[in-house]
């Protein structure tokens, strides 16, 4: 099956600094890259995803790129706020139904 | 807007005892799923079905069977709980096919003494 590595584990940064969280996968069919945001006590939500045929995706602060050569996809948030602490999961879907997920980011916003 | 839910949100078990997890999720979606999640491990997939009565082992299915006799309900049992499955349970559902969003519910937290 898919392997799904993520990196880092935990990561701080000032409020106003710009967050990146990296992801790899192994198999070249993985297709479909969602990222989600669980804020503390709460349910994953989808917050950004990515298909195999788009490099680079954005929507407002969050953007997320695709390099299919090299097999990994990474989360940017740019301008952080003290909300965008949470943990971030990446995702890798190859055709079919089921979801590979990565180990998660436990990302610090210090105001 | 969709709506999964979980039948609680805190389950205390003793070691031993059969435990029933159910999921039920509004919007007649097609895929279900049961995920298990654990400090630095991420979040496992346990068990998906992709229509009803329909079931497929995910990563780590052992010690755990599903039940999906209705499209909207999904159900995680725990034949003998044991104390390593304590843990954070999540369902998610989505429409079937590729690239579609997974919608989670609130999870439970299961604790087997």
């Known amino acids: 099956g898919e392997n799904v590595e993520q990196h880092p584990s935990t990561l701080s940064v000032q409020e106003g600094d710009s967050a990146v969280i990296k992801c790899t996968y192994s198999?070249?069919?993985?297709?479909?890259f969602p990222w989600y945001k669980q804020e503390l006590g709460k349910r994953p939500q989808l917050i950004i995803d990515?298909?195999?045929?788009?490099g680079e995706k954005k929507d407002q602060r969050i953007a997320v790129t695709l390099n299919k050569t090299a097999k990994h996809f990474s989360l940017h948030i740019t301008e952080t706020q003290p909300e965008d602490s949470a943990v971030y999961f990446c995702?890798?879907?190859?055709?079919?139904?089921?979801?590979?997920f990565g180990t998660g980011t436990s990302l610090t916003v210090i105001p | 807007d969709v709506k999964v839910t979980q039948s609680s949100r805190y389950l205390v078990k003793r070691t031993g005892e059969k435990v029933f997890l159910e999921c039920v999720q509004d919007?007649?979606?097609?895929?279900m799923f049961w995920y298990r999640q654990d400090p630095g491990l991420g979040l496992r997939l346990i068990y998906f079905?992709?229509?009803?009565?329909?079931?497929e082992k995910g990563d780590i299915p052992e010690g755990y069977s599903v039940s999906r006799e209705k499209k909207e309900r999904f159900s995680l049992i725990l034949e003998s709980a044991s104390t390593n499955q304590t843990s954070m349970y999540l369902c998610?559902?989505?429409?079937?096919?590729?690239?579609?969003?997974?919608?989670f519910g609130p999870g439970t937290r299961l604790t087997v003494l």
């Open positions: 998610a559902s989505r429409v079937g096919g590729q690239g579609n969003e997974q919608f």
């Open positions: 198999d070249s069919a993985s297709n479909y």
């Open positions: 990515i298909r195999s045929n788009v």
């Open positions: 995702a890798a879907q190859i055709t079919g139904n089921q979801f590979y």
């Open positions: 919007m007649d979606h097609e895929n």
């Open positions: 079905s992709y229509d009803v009565k329909m079931k």
